[in-house]
Structure formats: C-alpha cells, structure tokens
C-alpha cells in the first residue's frame, strides 16, 4: 500500500500563511512529479503547483509569487509554503505523486485525502 498524508491545513486572515506538508510512506520504489492540487465548492479541481524530481517547478498564475513548492526527496515529501493568503485560496487542499510501488512495478497517481484551508477575516 501508497499512502499520501498531508497536514497544515487550517484557518488564516487574509495576508496570513500557512505551510502545508505531504509525506508518502508504504512500498515506494520510486517518485517522480509531485504537487498541490486544490478544490474548492462548487469548482473543478485544479493544480496549484507541481515539482519534479529533479527540482522544476510550475504554478498556477493565480498564486506564482506567493507560493513556494518544495520537495525533500529523501523525506518522500512534499510541501506547498503559502504566503499573502486570500480569501480565494479557500480550498481542499491535495496532495499528488506519480510514484512506482513494489505491488506493480507500475507508475501511478496517488492521492492524499486533503486538508481544509480557509482565509477569511
């Protein structure tokens, strides 16, 4: 078994930050891209940021500038620093990794179960 689990998440004032953490654990052979994705009611799910292995990074516009991806590869962990906070960033909050696992051999997404995060005065 994968598990993705992610922690951080909470309630903040417009301008706040929050640091949100995911860590995989299980039968992990090897991770590749790694990311953030948000969904908030009544919307799509979308990527707020992603990271590859070897350290690229990509943003969606609405948030470049103020957050920051980062990955510790050997943690099997990924985080998503949130700065300058807005009342839009209010979403679920999920963790994603393509990640091989010893069960298959194959290369597959993997989800967290999210965390809230909501900016709001």
């Known amino acids: 078994q994968v598990q993705l689990v992610e922690s951080g998440g909470g309630l903040v004032q417009p301008g706040g930050s929050l640091r949100l953490s995911c860590a995989a654990s299980?039968?992990?052979?090897?991770?590749?891209?790694m990311g953030w994705y948000r969904q908030a009611p009544g919307k799509q799910r979308e990527l707020v940021a992603g990271?590859?292995?070897?350290?690229?990074?990509n943003y969606a516009d609405s948030v470049k500038g103020r957050f920051t991806i980062s990955r510790d590869n050997a943690k099997k962990s990924v985080y998503l620093q949130m700065n300058n906070l807005k009342p839009d960033d209010t979403a679920v909050y999920y963790c994603?990794?393509?990640?091989?696992?010893?069960?298959?051999?194959?290369?597959?997404?993997?989800w967290g179960k999210g965390t809230q995060v909501t900016v709001s005065s």
């Open positions: 994603n990794a393509r990640i091989v696992s010893y069960i298959d051999y194959r290369e597959k997404d993997y």
């Open positions: 299980g039968n992990i052979l090897s991770f590749n891209a």
């Open positions: 990271s590859t292995r070897d350290g690229s990074s």
